[in-house]
Antibody
Framework: QVQLQESGPGLVKPSETLSLTCTVS????????WTWIRQPPGKEPEWIGY???????NYNPSLKSRVTISLDTSKNQFSLNLRSMTAADTAVYYC????????????WGQGTRVTVSS | DFQMTQSPSSLSASVGDRVTITCRAS??????LNWYQQRPGKAPKLLIF???SLQSGVPSRFSGSGSGTDFTLSVSSLQPEDFATYYC?????????FGQGTTLEIK
């Protein structure tokens, strides 16, 4: 059974960079689209973007200037960096496995709550 | 971006009822539409992909239909575990945007 686990800080100061890592266990990190999705409190989820094991990425244009998703196949991990954080970035951040690049997500992490506050 | 609008925003129903949730896209998305179920404090769970394909392991009481701009999710006989929030998501063109959600509550 594939498992995904997010790790990273729960509190980030405004203007700082959020760095989250997702560790994939009991499964290969190749041949899928590794995705980040976030959900602000009381709102619908927001698709942040994905990275394929080929190295190709696809980002939400609203975040593209601030976001980087990277992959470390040797550690079975992928990561999210989101720069210049503001209060509007407060959310639960989920990592997920997309089977085909069309958000056909079959496995999710449990989610990690990130608050932006000084 | 493609805007997704769900109706109703909330719905009260009883165990055993049949319910239908509607999702409308701001422009045609062909059949590129997912439906997710989310329980409080949990990650969303994919129910339906490409408008009508049932995700593996999802009970057959869930079904989806539609194409173009208008889509529906139906649950044929509500079970206690079905009371949750449901989201549609277009996957026609990134960013893959979600509807605002429909909360299904026990009557």
């Amino acid at each position: 059974q594939v498992q995904l686990q997010e790790s990273g800080p729960g509190l980030v100061k405004p203007s700082e960079t959020l760095s989250l890592t997702c560790t994939v266990s009991s499964g290969s990190i190749t041949s899928y689209y590794w995705t980040w999705i976030r959900q602000p409190p009381g709102k619908e989820p927001e698709w942040i973007g994905y990275i394929h094991d080929s190295g190709s990425t696809n980002y939400n244009p609203s975040l593209k200037s601030r976001v980087t998703i990277s992959l470390d196949t040797s550690k079975n991990q992928f990561s999210l960096n989101l720069r210049s954080m503001t209060a509007a970035d407060t959310a639960v951040y989920y990592c997920a496995r997309d089977r085909d690049g069309y958000s056909r997500i079959d496995y999710w992490g449990q989610g990690t709550r990130v608050t932006v506050s000084s | 971006d493609f805007q997704m609008t769900q109706s109703p925003s909330s719905l009260s129903a009883s165990v055993g009822d049949r319910v239908t949730i509607t999702c409308r896209a701001s422009q045609s998305i062909s059949k590129y539409l997912n439906w997710y179920q989310q329980r409080p404090g949990k990650a969303p769970k994919l129910l339906i992909f490409t408008a009508s394909s049932l995700q593996s392991g999802v009970p057959s009481r869930f079904s989806g239909s539609g194409s173009g701009t208008d889509f529906t999710l139906s649950v044929s006989s509500l079970q206690p575990e079905d009371f949750a929030t449901y989201y549609c998501q277009q996957t026609y063109s990134p960013p893959y945007t979600f509807g605002q959600g429909t909360t299904l509550e026990i009557k």
